[in-house]
């Protein structure tokens, strides 16, 4: 029932394939070349690594005294950010602290954040960088010399 220029289904599929593979591979190689514009960064509230004991995930409330909303994850300018955070509540209370991170961003990182408490029932905590990694893409202009 399959006629494709008197060609079989299984020709059909493997020139289909092969065209679509090229079309990927000509996508990944412009792709690879994009560098951004203006150097950014990222900072997420949520835990990369939740392998440590009486760490939590975070809200960030302000960034430089401006709220971003209800998203995990921010773009931001490098440079000095104050970063006000606040967690979930311990055990047996129903909000939790505000505690503030005054942080040099550096351009290109994506930053997780967490919060450290002594124990589970503490309810004072103090936010800390869980991870950092580099942006695929973003690129940081070399400064001129002269």
Not at 62 to 75: A, E, H, L, T, Y
Not at 87 to 116: H, M, N
């Amino acid at each position: 029932m399959f006629d494709r220029r008197n060609g079989s289904p299984l020709t059909y599929q493997i020139a289909r394939t092969g065209v679509l593979v090229s079309a990927l591979a000509a996508a990944l190689v412009g792709i690879g070349g994009c560098t951004t514009a203006k150097p950014f960064s990222y900072l997420d509230s949520e835990r990369w690594s939740k392998v440590e004991m009486n760490t939590y995930d975070t809200f960030i409330v302000s960034v430089d005294g401006k709220s971003p909303g209800f998203r995990s994850r921010i773009v931001v300018d490098p440079g000095r950010h104050h970063i006000v955070f606040q967690t979930v509540p311990a055990a047996g209370f129903t909000y939790s602290p505000q505690k503030a991170l005054d942080i040099d961003i550096e351009p290109c990182v994506r930053y997780w954040f967490e919060a450290k408490r002594v124990n589970g029932l503490e309810q004072d905590f103090e936010p800390r960088v869980n991870h950092t990694e580099p942006i695929p893409g973003c690129v940081v202009a070399a400064k001129s010399t002269g």
